[in-house]
């Protein structure tokens, strides 16, 4: 069996580079703390959005989608589920809402993993509990040919493996000595290698690294969707995994990689916040902020959706400064009449 120990993240050695990056997000860290305060009703329409973009991107990450014209109006309940993937990404919602909503009274244990799962699953016919019999792990070419398998920990040794990843996650957060944002990605990896469940491991994966942020006074996630900066670097993710979880089942692998990969990724994250805020300050009447919303998207948003967003807004409003934003070149139009929706020129598509 692996041998779980952080203890080795006393005496990290890390390079200027990494270093560089984890002391501007701490440097970064109370931005939004005091933005929010100063700015509340554009702090919560940036986490409205954000909770959207996070369901989208984590589940892409693994070919879970929906048309960009329903996304907005599933999430927000205004269109009922059609198909399996609609029913995944409502757990996820629900399940990324109750990590939002009670990060702070959530232990970091079975009870919360398990809760965490079922709410992920509940929409669809899944197994809630931990897997019951091997699976595997493939990767397949374009033809659906197996071209690599990767090894997991067997049904019957994962209950304990989760005991013990557990454990010795508690134990090193305890360590004032080990930084919390070296820890995450150890814990993240870990729980990647034993594959607790028959499926949605990578979602899961991703709900706890959003979890431990927030529990880590990383709040980024409520403003930016950390998911869909690692969905657009999907290939160094899974990259930085793999080179990684070699020689783990030997207890000779390098978490270096993974750490490397995901400070770079939360960095990001903030410096995206950091640029979106710093527009926003000062500037917080409904003119500014519809325009802001809609520089900012990343998939075509409706008139009606952002109306959802900013319910004090009136539609004409809304509209009036969409038909200036049109004029103005900022952004484009994609469809015609009640089918109309907006995305920035830069990400018109």
Partial sequence: MHIFDYSF???????????????????MKSGSVRFAEENPITAEEMTKLSMIMSTRESNDIEGISTEDSRIFRLLSGRVKPRGHD??????????????????????????????????????????????????????????????????????????????????????????????????????????????????????????????????????????????????????????????????????????VPFIDYMIGAIYLAYREMDRRMAVCIGKENKERRIERLLRNVSLPISKSEVCTLMPDVSEAYVELVIRRLLDEGRIRKIGERKSSRYLPVDRAR
């Fill in 9 to 27: 993240l006393r005496e990290l050695a890390i390079s200027p580079s990494m270093a560089t990056r984890l002391a501007k997000i701490e440097s």
């Fill in 86 to 255: 609609e029913y995944e990404l409502l757990g996820y919602r629900d399940a990324l809402s109750r990590i939002h909503n009670d990060h702070n009274a959530m232990e970091i244990d079975e009870t919360t993993i398990l809760g965490l799962f079922a709410t992920m699953v509940s929409y669809i016919d899944a197994e809630p509990g931990y897997k019951t019999h091997n699976n595997e792990v493939v990767d397949r070419d374009a033809s659906g040919r197996i071209v690599k398998r990767y090894r997991t920990v067997p049904a019957s040794e994962v209950q304990d493996c989760m005991f013990q990843l557990i454990g010795a996650f508690t134990e090193a957060r305890n360590d004032y000595a080990i930084p919390g944002l070296l820890l995450i990605p150890c814990f993240i990896l870990d729980f990647l290698k034993i594959h607790p469940f028959m499926d949605g491991n990578g979602r899961m994966s991703r709900l706890l690294t959003v979890l431990l942020l927030y529990q880590e006074g990383f709040d980024v996630c409520s403003y930016v969707s950390v998911e869909g900066i690692i969905n657009q670097s999907k290939a160094d993710y899974y990259s930085a995994l793999e080179q990684s979880g070699e020689g783990w089942f030997d207890n000779v692998s390098d978490y």
